[in-house]
């Protein structure tokens, strides 16, 4: 169960950035992005406008503390491809990357409380399989981009 919670975190916190970020080709803007994810998730967990608007400040808020410490764990990451580094700084990086995981699985243990004074869990329930399901069809469609591309550099387009 922990490592499923731990596969969500990374692509629930890695994929929509990709994503917003021009990692497909529709160039979409943050707040663009958002606002597709905020409507299909939505729909998909059945949230009223009421519960809509009091859920998606917390959701977003969670999503921009969660994409801070990804972007530390990725900072200290890049740092390990000096060859020049020595292995206790090695263990610095490595040791700083588990502890920005396990402070994003804390960080989302405490906006479920938060979540909690919002919606039922299980609507909170049905929001992270709505979550799941966007990120499993934004993946399904930037491979279908991808295949489409190199199916055109193929034919010479």
């Known amino acids: 169960m922990k490592r499923l919670i731990l596969l969500f975190v990374m692509i629930g916190g890695f994929l929509p950035l990709v ?4 990692g497909c ?20 967990a059945g949230l009223t406008k009421e519960e809509a608007d009091k859920f998606f400040p917390l959701y977003f808020e969670l999503q921009d ?3 801070e410490l990804n972007d530390e764990a990725w900072r200290l990451l890049r740092k390990g491809k000096d060859e020049n580094i020595s292995e206790d700084q090695y263990e610095e990086i490595m040791i700083g990357v588990y502890d920005a995981r396990v402070s994003t699985d804390r960080l989302e243990r405490s906006y479920l409380e938060k979540f909690r004074k919002v919606l039922s869990y299980k609507k909170i329930y049905k929001v992270l399989r709505a979550e799941m399901r966007f990120n ?3 993946l399904k469609g930037m491979h279908r ?8 550099a193929r034919k010479g387009k």
Do not use: C, M, P, S
């Not at 994503?19 to 021009?22: D, E, I, L, V």
């Open 19 to 22: 994503w917003a970020n021009g």
């Open 25 to 44: 080709d529709q160039r979409l803007t943050r707040e663009e992005f958002r606002a597709r994810q905020q409507a299909y998730i939505t729909e998909k």
């Open 65 to 67: 503390r969660k994409k």
């Open 136 to 138: 499993r069809d934004l």
């Open 145 to 152: 981009n991808k295949g489409a591309k190199d199916a055109d």
